[in-house]
């Protein structure tokens, strides 16, 4: 394989790594044209929902690379896309070759991780926080903190078996908000509204909804409707659980 082929596949690795992580369309342009022109390449990339398109030119404008990737798998990864981000101002400041640039590109794509404890435990309390935030008491912020803790640990285990997604914000909702509507039921608290309202937080699809404005302020007008659909899907799939719940267990304000 060619250098340009070898840099060419390597590039459209970052921009799937990117879109996998959950970064905008502009951050995943913007990565890869650095990394192009630090090795003299002219690149035109077209992205989609789940898609990276990549031609390179050299600045004579012949055609040297063209290639499509394209993923199933999406998430949110800060560090992975701090670290892709970095990756063209690092290889022109220590004149990396693109084997140097491959060997860091599966440094950064493969970053440690919190163990599973401590996100739960981190997660929920966020949650319990939020509650507080709200006008709850001592006793519905424990409450919001269980509630979130399983609904995350249910979340987490979905996800390991590869389920749809919306079906695992269904379900996660659904467990974190039946959680907290067993001790309404039960009249340790009198009233859920500020633990049934906050033990779903961790489930909003912030990032997503916020992309999706970001790519509609810079002109990708399909990525950011699909992405404002799904993530109005999800928001969905959270009130459907909610409701699930308050059916189930009869519960009045």
């Keep these: 394989m060619s250098e340009t082929n070898t840099f060419g596949t390597l590039l459209l690795d970052v921009g799937i790594a990117l879109l996998q992580a959950g970064a905008n369309n502009g951050r995943i342009?913007?990565?890869?044209?650095?990394?192009?022109?630090?090795?003299?390449?002219?690149?035109?990339?077209?992205?989609?929902?789940?898609?990276?398109?990549?031609?390179?030119?050299?600045?004579?404008?012949?055609?040297?690379?063209?290639?499509?990737?394209?993923?199933?798998?999406?998430?949110?990864?800060?560090?992975?896309?701090?670290?892709?981000?970095?990756l063209g101002l690092l290889a022109a400041a220590n004149g990396w070759s693109v084997q140097e640039l491959s060997m860091e590109f599966i440094k950064y794509k493969a970053p440690g991780h919190y163990p599973r404890l401590m996100i739960l435990c981190f997660v929920s309390l966020a949650g319990a926080a939020f509650c507080y935030t709200f006008g709850g008491g001592y006793i519905e912020m424990i409450?919001?903190?269980?509630?979130?803790?399983?609904?995350?640990?249910?979340?987490?285990?979905?996800?390991?078996?590869?389920?749809?997604?919306?079906?695992?914000?269904?379900?996660a909702a659904m467990a974190a908000s039946f959680f907290t509507g067993l001790?309404?039921?039960?009249?340790?608290?009198?009233?859920?509204?500020?633990?049934?309202?906050?033990?779903?937080?961790?489930?909003?699809?912030?990032?997503?909804?916020?992309?999706?404005f970001t790519d509609?302020?810079?002109?990708?007008?399909?990525?950011?409707i699909v992405k404002g659909v799904n993530a109005l899907i999800h928001v969905l799939a959270i009130a459907l659980g909610l409701l699930t719940t308050i059916v189930i267990l009869n519960l009045k304000g």
Aim: hydrophobic share 45%.
């Design 143 to 171: 409450i919001t903190f269980g509630a979130t803790f399983l609904g995350l640990y249910v979340k987490q285990q979905l996800t390991k078996s590869h389920v749809n997604t919306y079906i695992i914000t269904y379900i």
């Design 29 to 86: 342009k913007t990565t890869m044209s650095e990394l192009a022109a630090v090795y003299h390449y002219v690149p035109y990339i077209t992205i989609g929902a789940s898609s990276v398109s990549l031609v390179l030119h050299d600045k004579n404008g012949n055609k040297l690379f063209n290639d499509v990737r394209t993923t199933a798998v999406h998430g949110i990864n800060f560090t992975i896309i701090s670290g892709m981000s970095r």
């Design 183 to 212: 001790f309404h039921i039960t009249g340790l608290i009198v009233s859920p509204v500020s633990a049934f309202s906050t033990c779903v937080l961790f489930l909003i699809p912030g990032v997503l909804l916020i992309n999706s």
């Design 216 to 224: 509609l302020i810079e002109g990708s007008t399909v990525n950011g």
